[in-house]
């Protein structure tokens, strides 16, 4: 089973920047598309960011296209996302997530991912 321990979390100002690390065990991390998302507070868990297997091909949710960058280094089996300029709307628990193959078509879709992780939090105060 692949496990997922997401890190860097923490409490920021708004306008701050934060990176995410994912680290990743268990099988081949190369052989996986990754995944983010994130739930807030009173809120469902959304699509954040996903990156193929290589590193390749990227997909960002509209509302944070242009300040977060998913990244990969499949040599250390982690998966990143750099958080620039951040609201207080980005506040949320934020959780990597991993899909045996390909970006699933649907790449929104929770149900699409294999595996997850615990979870990190992430609060940006106004």
């Known amino acids: 089973q692949e496990r997922l321990v997401e890190s860097g979390g923490g409490l920021v100002q708004a306008g701050a920047s934060l990176r995410l690390s994912c680290a990743a065990s268990?099988?081949?991390?190369?052989?996986?598309?990754m995944g983010w998302f994130r739930q807030g507070p009173g809120k469902e868990r959304e699509f954040v960011a996903a990156i193929s297997w290589s590193g390749g091909t990227t997909y960002y949710a509209d509302s944070v296209k242009g300040r977060f960058t998913i990244s990969r280094d499949n040599a250390k089996n982690t998966v990143y996302l750099q958080m620039n300029s951040l609201k207080p709307e980005d506040t949320a628990v934020y959780y990597c997530?991993?899909?045996?193959?390909?970006?699933?078509?649907?790449?929104?879709?929770?149900?699409?991912?294999?595996?997850w992780g615990q979870g990190t939090q992430v609060t940006v105060s106004s």
């Open positions: 997530a991993a899909r045996y193959g390909s970006v699933p078509s649907y790449y929104r879709g929770e149900y699409e991912y294999d595996y």
């Open positions: 268990g099988h081949t991390f190369s052989n996986y598309a």
